[in-house]
């Protein structure tokens, strides 16, 4: 199972949201790019950064940002945020060098752009999955879509996807534990590889979330707020 720490990108700066809430915000560093690197001395070598301004406008915000942070760590970079068109699609793959882009919104409202994507870059796409109550939210988590998460999680396994970030949005930041059988559910009834984000608060809660068979977790606040050790948890799984 791979960690992937997370960077979250609000007008510049590295914060996190209480349940996807833009008017509850913490900043946790003024620099993301000497965050990517802490990650990095850690051990990481992906890094989850999301563009939160552009998840909710559709417009890339803090595009430069991710692009020196893929180009001057070397770490992986799995990104989404406000990708919604093959433009800034192949920005980020060919002239960013992100390693793989999540596409959400774009995913439920454009399913032509998504194939595409997909038959285009193949492993380089994910499907972020955000949900609240089994739903799939959109625009930065600001709607919602109508559409169960597990039943949109078998569509696009239909259409070519292989990996997916599955968002269990009401335990995102709430530091108590993941949705283990939501994520297992997803993991079984798909067949895709999920990584899980949404809830860790502990180094017991990674090992927890290993228990549902994903292939990754997204962990950010519980880093931040020193409740888990990403050093040892990387030597450990």
């Known amino acids: 199972m791979i960690i992937l720490p997370a960077v979250d990108l609000l007008g510049g700066k590295c914060v996190r949201l209480l349940k996807g809430d833009y008017n509850k915000v913490t900043v946790y560093n003024d620099d993301p790019l000497e965050q990517a690197w802490q990650f990095k001395e850690a051990g990481a070598e992906w890094i989850h950064v999301v563009d939160l301004d552009a998840a909710k406008s559709g417009v890339p915000t803090n595009h430069e940002i991710i692009r020196a942070i893929a180009e001057k760590t070397g770490l992986k970079v799995d990104t989404g945020g406000g990708i919604r068109n093959m433009d800034t699609l192949r920005r980020w793959i060919e002239d960013y060098g992100v390693s793989r882009c ?12 998504t194939e595409k994507a997909i038959e285009m870059f193949e492993e380089k796409i994910a499907i972020g999955i955000d949900a609240k ?12 879509s109508g559409i169960d998460a597990v039943e949109f999680g078998q569509i696009m396994k239909s259409i070519g996807a292989k990996t997916v970030v599955f968002t269990d949005i009401a335990r995102d930041g709430m530091l108590t534990g993941p949705a283990v059988e939501s994520t297992k559910l997803m993991v079984e009834k798909t067949g895709l590889d999920v990584i899980a984000s949404g809830g860790i608060g502990s180094d017991e809660d990674i090992m927890n979330i290993k228990t549902s068979g994903c292939a990754g977790v997204i962990v950010g606040k519980a880093i931040y707020e020193g409740k888990v050790d990403l050093k040892a948890c990387l030597q450990s799984v």
């Open 102 to 113: 999540v596409l959400g919104t774009a995913a439920v409202k454009d399913r032509a752009f």
């Open 133 to 144: 109550d089994g739903e799939v939210a959109v625009d930065g988590w600001t709607a919602g």
